[in-house]
């Protein structure tokens, strides 16, 4: 998570010229300044939920939860995940990407007067101690930052904190909607999913509700989303121990429900999404290929847009997307124009097999002839990687190279 902290700090001086902006900035630098008792919670797909802890308050009153940030993942924007964006207000207009912020109340004080404020009678002998210690552990409504804000409030957390973040598989993410406060839009409002765990965080998040009150976001519900937002074993390898690894176990590139969600499913991950419901993941499929390869490129591809294709030639790792880098690997000196790697087990072939490269090019070969019925196998037996994968990016199936 790179932050560029020249950048930030002209988004901080432009925030302090408001009182709004400048409360912002405060509570995003007291989340990143009580770093080391934060927790991060990974939801999938490259999202979090990081919450920034005080354990050790200067006063005793003071509320221990400092803040607590939502990073959507890299399918923001995409059908069926989060949709956190707002405009710019100059020209063109175009959107940028957003994250989520919840403050918390600051003290006892606060929380009182709150109390006092919706009950009068507020000192009538009631044992107020479980309503207090529930409302301070309760989110005040989110509010939509850039996301380069949220990367600075957080980066400490993520990787500096005392606490190693927790993984998918223990979270136990569900999808629920929110609506929040969205400047300059129309209605005033974005309505967009996100992911929370389903595991105790202790906190609890907010929400606006349809008629603009804040609500809390129920962790439970008879929605059929409330199966884990990703299977468990779905990313148990790959996501959690942070590498490119083929062991992964899964079974099929969707489950069910997202099945639900995905209103335009390219044809070649129909065609495997399919193929994958009658063999196991260890089925032989052909040229060295097992049923889980088909699958884990169908993961991996799903993450390029055509705007990408440009990072085959330029860039590095860091840039790049891992499909991209999977495909630049299988290149001597990693230039697409120059020839491929041999898979002879030579010295030449041990990074693009670390990179699996090798499986990812026999997968597509394989995907491309799926999906034209091998009418043109002469040409898709023998595409090259980068070509394969412009070709099932821009779903385009003519038997000839194409320009990306």
Not at 69 to 77: A, E, H, Q, T, W
Not at 92 to 101: F, I, N, Q, R, S
Not at 185 to 196: A, P, Q, V, Y
Not at 218 to 234: E, G, N
């Amino acid at each position: 998570m790179a932050v560029n902290h020249e950048n930030l700090h002209y988004m901080i001086t432009a925030l302090s010229f408001t009182d709004e902006g400048q409360d912002l900035v405060r509570g995003l630098e007291d989340m990143r300044y009580y770093h080391r008792d934060g927790e991060s919670f990974y939801l999938g797909d490259g999202a979090r939920l990081i919450i920034s802890r005080n354990e050790n308050p200067g006063l005793y009153d003071d509320n221990k939860i400092v803040g607590a940030i939502y990073i959507p993942g890299f399918k923001n924007g995409k059908a069926g995940h989060e949709s956190l964006f707002v405009k710019k207000a100059c020209w063109p207009g175009d959107d940028t990407e957003a994250a989520l912020y919840w403050s918390f109340p600051k003290d006892t004080d606060e929380v009182w007067e709150a109390i006092e404020r919706d009950d009068p009678k507020s000192d009538s002998g009631i044992d107020y101690g479980p309503v207090i210690d529930k409302m301070m552990k309760t989110a005040n409504l989110p509010v939509a930052i850039p996301i380069e804000l949220a990367y600075w409030a957080t980066e400490l957390v993520i990787h500096r904190s005392d606490w190693a973040e927790r993984p998918a598989d223990v979270t136990r993410p569900v999808w629920r909607e929110i609506i929040v406060k969205n400047p300059g839009d129309d209605s005033g409002t974005i309505r967009t999913l996100i992911k929370i765990p389903s595991a105790e965080v202790g906190v609890t998040l907010t929400s606006l509700d349809e008629d603009g009150n804040a609500r809390e976001i129920p962790v439970t519900s008879v929605d059929m989303r409330d199966k884990f937002a990703r299977k468990i074993h779905q990313e148990k390898t790959a996501i959690k121990r942070r590498l490119p690894s083929p062991y992964s176990v899964i079974e099929k590139p969707f489950s069910d429900w997202e099945l639900m969600l995905i209103d335009d499913m390219k044809q070649w991950e129909l065609e495997v999404q399919n193929l994958s419901g009658s063999y196991c993941k260890f089925a032989n499929m052909g040229n060295g290929l097992i049923m889980r390869d088909l699958v884990n490129a169908v993961r991996d591809i799903s993450y390029i847009e055509p705007e990408d294709l440009p990072y085959l030639r330029t860039g590095n790792d860091d840039d790049r997307k891992l499909a991209i880098n999977r495909v630049v690997a299988a290149y001597q000196d990693e230039d697409i124009d120059g020839d491929l790697i041999e898979d002879d087990c030579g010295d030449d072939a041990i990074y693009p097999s670390i990179m699996c490269s090798f499986e990812l090019t026999a997968s597509m070969r394989k995907m491309l002839n799926m999906v034209t019925n091998y009418q043109h196998s002469d040409y898709f037996d023998s595409i090259s990687p980068a070509q394969a994968l412009a070709h099932l990016v821009k779903e385009d199936y003519s038997p000839h190279d194409i320009e990306f």
